[in-house]
């Protein structure tokens, strides 16, 4: 069944989420699916011990891939009580993999210094489509800062382009940030041909000007954003 589309806003929303797991079971990744990000996966993550975690996991099989390919403890949290239960049940005999009903804005059973990387594929996005966006998402960003170890890394892949993304990401935390791009799927779900090397970093001046440079106006990619965890979070 399908839902239709619904108000960008609702996406912000967890009644949404539990209302479309609940009719849409089949499991969608979105933005890019792992064999395509692996390359930069391997590059700051490169040790198959370290212990990632994934917030907005929905239904993918991101994670499933990522143990796959030899991660041996991938934590997965979601809003949606709907989609953690029924990953519970598909994932029961991968004790690599765990599901978590837990908000990204409020994850204070994890210690601080948890993790050596989270991942974050289109759940910023969801928050900054809700009400009291801005809000909501600095305190997801500082939740993800606080959970991670020093020198650890949030990989971020959205749609928002620098102009709409480092000024977030640099008023919130301290984070050393390097910028990667991947083109969007195309048709059949394989992204085409690279206009640049994954994991060669795109040059970031301030405001994001150099990327128009490199890129050209308006390009169809998505954005990965790799933020180091450094220091202390802002005031």
Known sequence: MTLGTPPTQAYGEPW???????HESAPFDWYQKYPALAPLVHLYVPHRHQRILVVGCGNSVF???MVNDGYEDVVNVDISSVVIEAMQTKYSNRQQLKYIKMDARDMSPFQAGSFDAVIDKGTLDSI???????????????EVWRVL?????Y???TYGAPVYRLGLLKESCIWSIKLHVIVKFGPEGSS??????L???VPLEEGGSSVEDVLGKNPDVHYIYVCT??????E
């Open 16 to 22: 949404y989420w539990d209302n479309r797991y609940a």
């Open 63 to 65: 994670s499933e891939d």
């Open 128 to 142: 900054l489509c809700g009400n009291n966006s801005r809000q909501n998402a600095t305190q997801m960003l500082e």
């Open 149 to 153: 170890k020093d020198k650890g890394v």
């Open 155 to 157: 990989i971020l892949i």
């Open 192 to 197: 085409e041909q690279p206009i640049r090397e």
């Open 199 to 201: 994991t060669n970093p």
């Open 229 to 234: 965890k450094e220091a202390k979070a802002k």
